[in-house]
């Protein structure tokens, strides 16, 4: 069965400390990536996604994801991290040709001021 | 700019009670989604629809069928509340689109309690 693993479940990280969130998918057709967010009493917001060309994406707030296919890998960084990015973070996987989205467990990311 | 809303934010029924979720986008979307959200569970997929009428079974179905017949509306209904089902339940809206648009947009959600 599809399935997208956050190995990371919770992650405390003083600010300006450099994040990497871990991401892997088991699927092995052509696949487009997703990270979203989710701020505290928020709704789930798009932080980046990658459907072809350059594995380097780049999203909001300062954060990038580089997608390894031979690692089926798509982890979410940040050089420096701040307070406001305390939140939930979730990989999601959409199988190319299909509708249907499988979303990793989250990872909740608290950053000390 | 994109708008999913979702008819509650918070809700508390008895054990048995048929329930109904609404959700509303004013994307003109073909695709609508729901989803419960659990700690350590992340999203997953109860049913979708890719149009009017139209509709999918995701990965927990059970307990729950849905409706869908204006294209900006798709109702979630529990038709016999339990326990079990005490979750957060999230909306989401793409287009059918080509792939790089098929990003999906999220409701507020709704925090469902059953007692």
């Known amino acids: 069965a599809q399935s997208v693993s956050q190995h990371n479940h919770h992650v405390i990280l003083s600010e300006a400390a450099s994040l990497e969130l871990g991401c892997n998918y088991s699927?092995?057709?052509?696949?487009?990536l997703f990270w979203y967010v989710q701020y505290p009493g928020q709704h789930l917001q798009l932080l980046l996604k990658y459907f072809s060309g350059d594995p380097l994406v780049k999203g909001i707030k300062g954060f990038e994801a580089e997608f390894i296919k031979s690692k089926f890998s798509f982890n979410l960084r940040k050089p420096s991290v701040q307070w406001s990015d305390t939140a939930e973070y979730f990989c999601?996987?959409?199988?190319?040709?299909?509708?249907?989205?499988?979303f990793g467990t989250g990872t909740r990311l608290k950053v000390l001021a | 700019d994109v708008k999913v809303t979702q008819s509650s934010r918070y809700l508390v029924k008895r054990t048995g009670e048929k329930v109904f979720l609404e959700c509303v986008q004013d994307m003109d979307h073909e695709n609508m989604f729901w989803y419960r959200q659990d700690p350590g569970l992340g999203l997953r997929l109860i049913y979708f629809?890719?149009?009017?009428?139209?509709?999918e079974k995701g990965d927990i179905p059970e307990g729950y069928s849905v409706s869908r017949e204006k294209k900006e509306r798709f109702s979630l209904i529990l038709e016999s509340a339990s326990t079990n089902q005490t979750s957060m339940y999230l909306c989401?809206?793409?287009?059918?689109?080509?792939?790089?648009?098929?990003?999906?947009?999220f409701g507020p959600g709704t925090r469902l309690t059953v007692t």
């Open positions: 989401a809206s793409s287009l059918i689109g080509a792939e790089r648009e098929r990003e999906q947009y």
């Open positions: 629809s890719y149009d009017v009428k139209m509709k």
């Open positions: 699927y092995g057709g052509t696949v487009n």
């Open positions: 999601a996987v959409n199988p190319s040709g299909t509708y249907k989205y499988i």
